[in-house]
């Protein structure tokens, strides 16, 4: 399929520059590519109202309108066009707002080809696979096999297992921003999950998504059976797009349509997480009375730490489609071990500063592991920077219910990598005991 890519650049000698390697590569790899041209921002803007942009090479100091500005507004109205920043030597400072406002990554002045040919590779890679669904032979749900690779599982085996759902859904994922009625569904599920759990039996929710709908599956359902739930269902849910057959019940929840969404947010509530009892009233707050933010870093640690997150996006990109190189993996380990450093300072991030000390230790003792399998590494470490990412946000400036509320999970999966690291031998039995399920 073909891509449309715009290059953005006020000088006329860097424009054809990148015009050619860009020719260049699509003749070499016979790949269909169109070429659009813009000498300054507001032009790329309008260019985009009227023509898909898949990719875009943006230069950062321009006439009329400059790449920041262009590319604040081209993601406002276009999410997934991808914008690359180009800027010349020394222009961190301007790197960094352009990733602060929605740039997927940066190149410097002046161009390296080789470089520049496998980063528009790896871009093009990330397109082709970006939103990618795809028919799942083991799809969970009973409603469809067409939806995203990834998932979501949670194992409840207790009452805090159960609490930790309702917490995850409505506060973490946030999916109130996603779902009108979330809160009803979810509710359900804690009074059906506490009947399960009263009568000792453990199961999973298992979550997967297309580009409409969530779905949300349960299984070993057989104490309660399709009638009984269909009779609660009938009763305390009646809303509610399921079906149920054997051992399994899937829900079917909409995504809201992007206006409605504008409208519903500012007053969609959240509600507290239940106390880990069968019988507790279950009461509705404003959010905003459950968090608040913790100035547990000074401005130019908070700063630092950030720029340290931004470099690490970078890296992240370059691993799904191809090895990392050794220096790349030894500024990988640098960024967290730096982290690790600004977060020691202060002992509410005590816990999250050896997550990410010992994660660095791991990498950098393991280098060669991490170097071959850094492809299928890809999703657990961009889960890990992206949960890094989502504290930071909540802690700094959204709000947390918490000062330590993503403590458990950021350490666990820093422990998850850690294992997966280190060499296979046969004693791993319980390793592979975790993967089986």
């Given at each position: ?14 424009l ?5 390697l860009?020719s ?47 590319t ?60 990618h ?8 749900n ?27 859904i ?35 929710i ?18 309660l ?11 305390h ?11 399994i ?10 206006e ?18 069968a ?12 968090k ?39 500024e ?11 977060l020691s ?21 393991n ?8 492809s299928q ?18 802690i ?5 219910p ?21 060499p ?9 005991d975790?993967?089986d399920?």
């Amino acid at each position: 399929m073909k891509k449309n890519i715009l290059v953005v650049e006020d000088n006329e000698l860097n424009l054809e520059v990148i015009r050619l390697l860009v020719s260049q590569y699509a003749q070499e790899q016979d790949e269909p590519i169109e070429i659009f041209s813009a000498s300054d921002g507001q032009m790329a803007v309008e260019l985009c109202k009227m023509q898909q942009i898949d990719i875009i090479f943006m230069d950062l100091m321009m006439p009329i309108m400059g790449g920041i500005e262009a590319t604040k507004q081209i993601k406002a109205a276009h999410p997934k066009t991808m914008i690359i920043a180009v800027s010349a030597y020394g222009d961190e400072e301007k790197q960094k707002q352009m990733l602060r406002n929605g740039a997927e990554d940066y190149m410097t002045k002046p161009l390296n080809a080789l470089l520049f040919k496998n980063r528009l590779r790896n871009y093009l890679k990330l397109l082709k696979t970006r939103n990618h669904i795809g028919n799942k032979a083991k799809a969970r749900n009973l409603f469809t096999s067409k939806a995203y690779n990834y998932h979501i599982d949670f194992t409840v085996a207790t009452d805090a297992d159960l609490s930790e759902f309702w917490e995850a859904i409505l506060m973490r994922f946030d999916f109130q921003r996603h779902i009108e009625h979330i809160s009803d569904f979810v509710r359900f599920v804690y009074r059906l999950g506490m009947l399960q759990l009263q009568n000792r039996y453990k199961f999973h929710i298992v979550i997967e998504e297309d580009t409409e709908h969530f779905y949300f599956t349960l299984d070993n359902i057989k104490m309660l059976g399709c009638v009984k739930i269909s009779a609660l269902l009938a009763k305390h849910y009646e809303q509610a797009e399921y079906l149920c057959k054997e051992n399994i019940l899937s829900f079917s929840l909409a995504k809201m349509p992007p206006e409605e969404l504008e409208v519903l947010l500012p007053d969609a509530p959240a509600i507290a997480a239940p106390a880990q009892n069968a019988n507790a009233i279950i009461m509705q707050t404003p959010k905003d009375e459950e968090k608040r933010t913790f100035a547990i870093l000074e401005p130019d640690e908070l700063q630092e730490f950030e720029d340290y997150l931004l470099k690490l996006r970078s890296l992240i990109l370059m691993m799904e489609n191809s090895s990392l190189e050794a220096s790349d993996i030894e500024e990988l380990c640098s960024c967290f071990n730096e982290m690790g450093s600004i977060l020691s300072i202060s002992n509410d991030s005590y816990v999250l500063s050896n997550a990410l000390k010992q994660l660095s230790s791991a990498i950098a003792h393991n280098h060669e592991n991490f170097s071959e399998s850094s492809s299928q590494l890809f999703d657990f470490v961009n889960a890990f920077v992206n949960d890094l990412i989502f504290w930071k946000n909540k802690i700094f400036y959204e709000g947390a219910p918490s000062v330590d509320f993503l403590n458990d999970s950021i350490t666990s999966n820093a422990n998850m990598l850690h294992s997966l690291l280190q060499p296979s031998t046969k004693g791993d039995e319980e390793l592979d005991d975790i993967f089986d399920f």
